[in-house]
């Protein structure tokens, strides 16, 4: 069986995270830091529940049973959002979902299909940030400009710029090539390095790479660029 997801060393990432937070002032303003939760928190979300519905999806239309056994077949937050993440992800700007387990030796084409899977979260990712961007170009011929001047048009420009960067963020995040990311094993698959040393090696390690590239601001410059990039896409050439 295998597990796609979070170590519970994450959770000592969270923790450091929130005491660099509070050392820097980020719950100085509780009201802004509320209402900035408020924007945030549907694309967080509909980012995690849609990513790992995509997994267990393809997954089980690849020959896997085992996400429909454990009910993750739905687009349903409470298959998806492990409360302890979403926490963390709230108070330290970090979090993490329930991980969608599959087991490989249901499919027909192994390396092609685990491929398959892995690419399924963060094209879904991609998929909702377009989708998304289209909703606020129908709101916006729908009600005109003026909407967004008004306090509940302001609120849900908000919310649905939030839910597109997320899914970007997430997107790209994901992409990053360090285990247990999507990204390590998208590249395992094209590369066929998974019965190598090489790739044993990288996931004895994988998870302190990552958690070092987190709290050192690493992950944030490699894929700030990306975010631009696409979030400006959507913003040029759907919203506006």
Excluded: C
Aim: proline share 5%; no cysteine.
């Amino acid at each position: 069986m295998l597990k796609r997801g979070i170590n519970p060393i994450f959770l000592v990432l969270a923790a450091l995270l929130l005491f660099n937070a509070v050392r820097g002032g980020t719950f100085s303003n509780p009201g802004q830091w509320l209402m900035g939760i408020v924007y945030i928190l549907p694309g967080v979300v509909i980012a995690i529940s849609f990513h790992e519905f995509a997994h267990g999806w393809v997954a089980y239309k690849l020959g896997d049973m085992t996400p429909k056994y454990q009910g993750r077949l739905t687009v349903s937050p409470l298959a998806h959002i492990d409360p302890i993440g979403l926490l963390a992800l709230i108070f330290a700007g970090f979090g993490w979902g329930v991980p969608v387990q599959i087991n490989p030796n249901n499919f027909k084409h192994r390396r092609r299909d685990e491929l398959l899977v892995s690419l399924a979260g963060v094209v879904m990712n991609l998929i909702l940030a377009i989708i998304f961007g289209f909703i606020m170009k129908l709101i916006v011929l729908a009600a005109g400009n003026s909407l967004l001047t008004t306090t509940w048009g302001d609120i849900t420009q908000h919310i649905v710029f939030g839910i597109i960067q997320i899914n970007l963020v997430l997107m790209l995040f994901n992409l990053i090539p360090v285990p247990p990311l999507d990204g390590f094993s998208i590249i395992s698959e094209i590369f066929n390095i998974k019965h190598t040393e090489l790739y044993y090696r990288i996931n004895q390690y994988g998870f302190i790479i990552l958690v070092a590239i987190i709290l050192f601001g690493i992950a944030g410059r490699i894929i700030t660029p990306g975010v631009s990039f696409f979030y400006n896409l959507i913003l040029n050439y759907i919203v506006l």
